[in-house]
């Protein structure tokens, strides 16, 4: 059974930055898309960035491109998001998930696609 497990989450100053790990385990991540969503209270869950399985394509969403990266290490099981110049729109609730696809990572961002979840991490931009 995959497994997925996110940490980094915390406090931040509006402009400050953090990075989000989502750790894999129980499959090899060689063979998943792996997305970054987040819920705010009284929202919806969002796709924040997805990369392939593939050939490491990116997909984000526009309230986050050019302050997000999302990135996979497959030797360490480990895909992380790199949050930088964030603001208090940020706040969330972040989930790692992965599909086994073959999917775009396009579609697994706006549809919230995936097989696998993890079970989240706070994340609070506030000054």
């Known amino acids: 059974q995959v497994q997925l497990v996110e940490s980094g989450g915390g406090s931040v100053q509006p402009g400050g930055s953090l990075r989000l790990s989502c750790s894999v385990s129980?499959?090899?991540?060689?063979?998943?898309?792996i997305g970054w969503f987040r819920q705010a209270p009284g929202k919806e869950r969002e796709g924040v960035g997805c990369?392939?399985?593939?050939?490491?394509?990116?997909y984000y969403a526009g309230s986050v491109k050019g302050r997000f990266t999302i990135s996979r290490d497959n030797a360490k099981s480990t895909v992380y998001l790199q949050m930088d110049n964030m603001e208090p729109e940020d706040t969330a609730i972040y989930y790692c998930?992965?599909?086994?696809?073959?999917?775009?990572?396009?579609?697994?961002?706006?549809?919230?696609?995936?097989?696998?979840w993890g079970l989240g991490t706070q994340v609070t931009v506030s000054s």
């Open positions: 990369i392939s399985r593939a050939d490491g394509s990116t």
């Open positions: 998930a992965a599909d086994r696809g073959p999917i775009d990572v396009g579609a697994m961002c706006v549809l919230a696609a995936g097989d696998y």
């Open positions: 129980g499959g090899t991540l060689d063979y998943y898309a």
